[in-house]
């Protein structure tokens, strides 16, 4: 060959070997990118599998809290588990742990027999009589007012009361007749502090959920 064809040859084979090493450049641009869209969709899907354990972790940890705390029994060692996902428990919900809470069993009998005490209580300030006059007619203002007895308020608390809503039931009879009211205030404490670790548990699922974002 002469010098010019073997020089056009030589040009022709680094032409080639350039436009492999461009086919190369770029199938490792491409292996790359494949590589990194591999780990963002594995880092994603792990990312979504945390996210769905640790929403099962707190569903089943606030359920087996509810019940717990429905029922009367201890719940401190719930309280920890929990604890150990991010935020402490509330101190009104820790507070209510140590104490002890009554079961919503309890609280349903309770209102039960107080809404009775109170009803006798009401039906002997409103009978006849000089004062149990005077307590008629004021409870007829009252009653027209209102546009119900305290017998109506203290059955739509049993309702509620029997849903698992103490503070449902604490608002049912708020605007009771005081003699009424003094017969449920052993029973209105126990349904507040009931309703009070409620609320707690409710506010501090919210705060785990967050911090999970």
Known sequence: LSSSALVVKLEAIVSVIEELGQEMTALSTRVDAAETSYAEAAEAAEAEAAAARRSAALDSGFSGLGAAMATGRPFE???TRLAEMGAPPPAALAEAARQGLPSQAELTEG????????????EEATAPGMFGWAASMFAGEEEAA??????????????R???GDPAGALAAVRDLPEVVAEALAGWADGAGRAA???AAADD???ALEAEAG
């Not at 209102?146 to 309702?159: I, K, M, S, Y």
């Open 196 to 198: 009070a670790a409620q």
């Open 146 to 159: 209102e546009g119900e007895g305290p017998d109506v308020a203290l059955q739509r608390a049993a309702g």
């Open 204 to 206: 501090w699922r919210e």
């Open 77 to 79: 060692a719930a309280l």
């Open 111 to 122: 209102l039960a027999e107080a809404s009775r005490l109170g009803m006798e209580a009401w």
């Open 161 to 163: 009361m029997a849903a």
